[in-house]
T-cell receptor, first 115, second 114 residues
């Protein structure tokens, strides 16, 4: 079974530029998550999708971050414009359902450096 | 709001020695609890989870954790450390009263000395 795929793996941009990350979850997983992991910290949930609907985006900085999940499969996360403090690893995860007992399966992440 | 505290951001153990990683959570209702491991430049991988069955949970790679409601703790142990256990470990809690959102602790980096 293929795991969660993410691209690119690394991205370096200058502040005020825009960037987009892509995620392909495990086939059949209805729930998709985007996390931000700043160096030395645990992952922080940015947004959760159930199929193609948003379940929780309370911690997404909506003035600069946006995310979509078209057709309930792949998802993209965009930052526009980027700030220095956005330097982090962006992790995508998927799970079979929303239940709290469900394991989340994580992709390898995209490491973003904002100069 | 839910919070997870991992005591010690770095732990150094000798190969063959006991590994003990501490995790305490705040929750007004019994949560679901998880331990994940992260190897360099990789995503997180589930080690084990507690979902209100047995309080002693066994996971992969010889790890286990015990849920203690009275102490609001879910400490992770492994009797004998191996060099391959060098990684970062994250405790996480999913609170049914908070929409099942997963909240992570700050992580503990384990160094294994030969």
């Amino acid at each position: 079974e293929a795991g969660v795929a993410q691209s690119p793996r690394y991205k370096i941009i200058e502040k005020r530029q825009s960037v987009a990350f892509w995620c392909n979850p495990i086939s059949g997983h209805a729930t998709l998550y985007w996390y931000q992991q700043i160096l030395g910290q645990g992952p922080k949930l940015l947004i959760q999708f159930q199929n193609n609907g948003v379940v929780d985006d309370s911690q997404l900085p909506k003035d600069r971050f946006s995310a979509e999940r078209l057709k309930g499969v792949d998802s993209t996360l965009k930052i526009q414009p980027a700030k220095l403090e956005d330097s982090a690893v962006y992790l995508c995860a998927s799970s079979p359902g929303q239940g709290g007992y469900n394991e989340q399966f994580f992709g390898p992440g995209t490491r973003l450096t904002v100069l | 709001a839910q919070s997870v505290t991992q005591l010690g951001s770095h732990v150094s153990v000798s190969e063959g020695a006991l590994v003990l990683l501490r995790c305490n959570y705040s929750s007004s209702v019994p949560p679901y609890l998880f331990w994940y491991v992260q190897y360099p430049n990789q995503g997180l991988q589930l080690l084990l989870k507690y979902t209100s069955a047995a309080t002693l949970v066994k996971g992969i790679n010889g790890f286990e954790a015990e849920f203690k409601k009275s102490e609001t703790s879910f400490h992770l142990t492994k009797p004998s450390a191996h060099m391959s256990d060098a990684a970062e470990y994250f405790c996480a809690v999913s609170d049914p009263a908070a929409g099942n959102k997963l909240t992570f602790g700050g992580g503990t980096r384990v160094l294994v000395k030969p």
